[in-house]
């Protein structure tokens, strides 16, 4: 009778510890649980900018004026993990504080990635600069064909690419810049005729324009370009598919989003001393990245530019 009262007491005491256990980490989960959903409540209501091709030229100088105005976070991507990591540390040893996403333009699921990310951290994006290009140098030997190809790949498609996986996550008030180049307006005014028509037309789709850069490019495989009316000049003809698209992107905003006051612009930043353009442009990265970064930081209040080409801070004719 004794073994039985003692059993009972043992088994009681087990059940009872094992029920103050359970409540134990039933409160720490609660408590856990708690501080992280007030962490993720505070994230979701910080700003956030994202600049791609952030870690050398016009896309670093833009992240750090960016950190020195923005009121947010401040993410520099770039392709290679390396060399972003030590532009972010090199703008933390000036006392800024940028953070570091590793993003590649030309791989869609890294897009893809990233938009999720962002979707998940942040809630979405509030300023994004689209500063990713490339472009050949003069003297390159590489085929015309070759250039059109990749210069088009990086620099139209990725970065519609990048638009198109972006714009949903914009925020209401948000800010986009493409960054493309006065290069886009002289190769337009080059174009044929019939050309220039239809990417000043208010009315051209984007699917039309992907399909007209593609025909660029398929056109440079046969030698065929400059009889369908297209100039010799693939970085050109990248950037004029650029801002034509801005302008179609953002006349869709207005339709789609009217009230959520997105402003939507393409940029010439200017003639830039970068590892791209060389050492005998004029203007530093310092001077190159005043008008993209005046574009990402447009007033709340403001409703214009908006859909245009921007330059020296001035809406120029298109």
């Known amino acids: 009778m004794r073994l039985r009262t003692a059993s009972v007491r043992v088994l009681l005491f087990v059940r009872t510890s094992g029920h103050l256990l359970f409540l134990l980490l039933f409160q720490t989960f609660k408590h856990f649980r708690a501080v992280h959903l007030r962490s993720v409540v505070l994230d979701m209501a910080t700003k956030v900018a994202v600049v791609t091709g952030g870690n050398k030229g016009i896309g670093l100088a833009i992240v750090r004026a960016l950190c020195k105005q923005y009121k947010g976070d401040v993410y520099l991507t770039a392709r290679d993990v390396g060399r972003g990591q030590e532009a972010v540390a090199s703008l933390s040893s000036e006392g800024l504080k940028p953070k570091f996403y590793q993003l590649d333009i030309n791989d869609l699921s890294s897009i893809t990635a990233a938009a999720a990310f962002f979707k998940d951290t942040y809630g979405g994006v509030d300023v994004l600069v689209n500063n990713a290009g490339i472009a050949f140098k003069v003297a390159d030997t590489a085929p015309f064909s070759v250039q059109a190809d990749v210069t088009l790949k990086t620099n139209f498609f990725a970065t519609r690419d990048m638009l198109t996986h972006f714009l949903p996550i914009i925020k209401a008030g948000g800010r986009v810049v493409n960054v493309s180049s ?33 025909q660029f490019v398929d056109k440079t495989q ?81 409703t214009e530019p908006h859909g245009k080409f921007v330059s020296d801070k001035q809406v120029q004719q298109w």
């Open 182 to 214: 006065f290069v886009s307006v002289r190769t337009l005014n080059n174009c044929s005729p019939a050309l220039q028509q239809r990417f000043r037309s208010e009315d051209i789709t984007e699917d039309e324009l992907v399909g007209l850069m593609q």
């Open 222 to 302: 046969k030698n065929e370009h400059k009889e369908a009316g297209w100039p010799e000049t693939a970085y050109g003809v990248s950037k004029t598919g650029l801002t034509t698209l801005s302008m179609i992107l953002a006349r869709r905003l207005s339709k789609e989003r009217p009230n959520d006051k997105i402003l939507l612009n393409a940029c010439c930043p200017g003639w830039v001393r970068t590892d791209m353009t060389g050492p005998e442009a004029p203007k530093s990265p310092e001077e190159g990245m005043e008008t993209p970064v005046y574009l990402a930081l447009l007033p709340a209040d403001a």
